[in-house]
């Protein structure tokens, strides 16, 4: 099949060079002249496991192309998906100016039957709203077709692959069966196509990521309540993890969500909901409680330097949202990079991927580190905000040499407390007893 991606980003690369390793002939459209021409040379603008392989072999084999031309880009296709921002606007609802300025165009374009599928997160609706407007020049038959996406930067491409489960918004037969076609080297196992109508599979996508952005917060404000309590947040997970009705997932407590979905995702459903004059209550409390829980470690590392930060050095460990990924967008780092160095701090960080997009931010007071180790010469705290596995098993006896403090300020409770005290460190995570030396 041949079809057409228009957008570029995270989800639109994506997309497309998955589609071309199951054989489809793909088209990725891009306004962005220079990022088109760096995908063209073999580059790609963004760090995902697994990504490269596909990208190169199907660029090498004929089955992925770019332009910066959309009718050239969606000449004879099938199936064109629109994956373009949709970015929140500041009252928090989603921005689909360059989704209704592509859908205006497309309808003077298109030359035979083609199926239009929204693979951005969009509000309730808007299907609806990219028909009308697709119609209005349109002079061949379509479909518009809600068809969100379900991937964890990381893992991305093992996610498309390998779907747990595929939603299509549709009342067109024609389309459902096309879009399945499409679909069906990737469900080989029996994972689940799910039809229903664009409403509710608009919905569906708004739920999930909202859902799971409440299950972490919930884990965090038990974790709160375990530190006044004097219980173990980690040991309360494994307790409730264990029920099926549960699940093990999404239960690790933290200093926070962040990334490019569940908080504007999360944003948009409550103003949605708020449109709709619903008072949508755990949502709300879900932001709030998001905010504060990001630096909540703040408050620790200024009580144990007697609310005196001037001068002091504090190295970070993490800039991604998440490991596996290098985007910082609402990433818990920069939130506590703002914060330290509001206090007089110098930050020496280090993330594995996310370093240059820091250093592109030109932060005051804040030293990018070549390494992890190079982050902790001299430093008089740790703080660890993203869990990348190169964190989990380091050298503790040459941390002790290297830092002036041995304090651990942990934001993502990756150390045993056994083994804290083993070494000698003052340790103080996510709710769990502290370790004072």
């Known amino acids: 099949m041949k079809i057409s991606i228009i957008g570029t980003g995270y989800v639109g690369l994506v997309t497309g060079t998955c589609f071309a390793e199951t054989g489809n002939y793909v088209t990725c459209i891009d306004i962005d002249k220079g990022k088109v021409d760096s995908l063209m040379s073999g580059k790609i603008p963004i760090y995902e496991p697994g990504l490269e392989v596909l990208f190169q072999r199907n660029q090498r084999e004929g089955r992925l192309k770019f332009t910066t031309n959309l009718t050239e880009g969606i000449k004879g296709s099938t ?4 994956a373009l921002p949709t970015p929140p606007n500041e ?5 689909l100016n360059y989704v209704i300025d592509v859908a205006g165009k497309l309808g003077s374009l298109i030359s035979e039957y083609t199926i239009i599928v929204n693979k951005s997160t969009v509000p309730v609706g808007t299907t609806e709203l990219v028909r009308n407007t697709v119609s209005q020049k349109a002079n061949f038959e379509f479909d518009v077709v809600s068809n969100p996406e379900f991937l964890r930067e990381g893992v991305a491409v093992e996610d498309f692959m390998k779907p747990d489960r595929v939603i299509i918004g549709t009342s067109s037969e024609k389309a459902a069966d096309l879009m399945k076609e499409l679909y069906a080297p990737l469900v080989r196992q029996g994972n689940p196509v799910l039809i229903m109508d664009e409403r509710s599979s608009e919905m569906t996508k708004y739920a999930a990521n909202s859902f799971l952005a409440t299950k972490i917060t919930f ?8 530190e006044i309590l004097g219980a173990d947040v980690d040991m309360v ?4 993890g264990t029920d099926s009705r549960i699940g093990k997932r999404f239960l690790f407590a933290g200093i926070g969500y962040g990334g490019s979905c569940f908080p504007k995702d999360v944003q948009a459903l409550a103003k949605t909901a708020d449109e709709a004059n619903y008072d949508f209550k755990i949502l709300n409390a879900v932001m709030s409680i998001n905010e504060s829980q990001k630096i909540k470690l703040i408050q620790k590392i ?7 930060l001037k001068e002091k050095t504090i190295a970070v460990w993490g800039l991604a949202f998440k490991p596996y990924t290098d985007d910082i967008r609402e990433a818990p780092s920069l939130a506590n990079i703002q914060e330290l160095v509001k206090e007089g701090a110098v930050v020496k960080a280090y993330d594995p991927e996310a370093a240059e997009n820091v250093i592109n931010l030109s932060l005051p007071k804040v030293v990018v580190c070549k390494d992890e180790y190079e982050a902790l010469k001299d430093a008089d705290a740790l703080l660890i905000v993203t869990e990348w596995p190169v964190f989990r098993t380091p050298q ?9 403090n041995r304090v651990i300020f942990d934001g993502r409770n990756l150390y045993e407390l056994d083994t804290m005290r083993k070494y000698g460190f003052n340790y103080i995570s996510i709710g769990r007893k502290e ?3």
């Open 79 to 82: 199936v064109i998906f629109l």
């Open 219 to 226: 884990m965090n404000e038990v974790a709160n309540l375990c």
């Open 396 to 404: 503790f006896e040459r941390m002790k040499s290297l830092m002036k």
């Open 435 to 437: 370790i004072h030396d």
């Open 91 to 95: 009252d928090g609802s989603a921005d």
């Open 237 to 240: 997970r494994k307790g409730i």
């Open 302 to 308: 200024k009580t144990y330097f007697n609310q005196d």
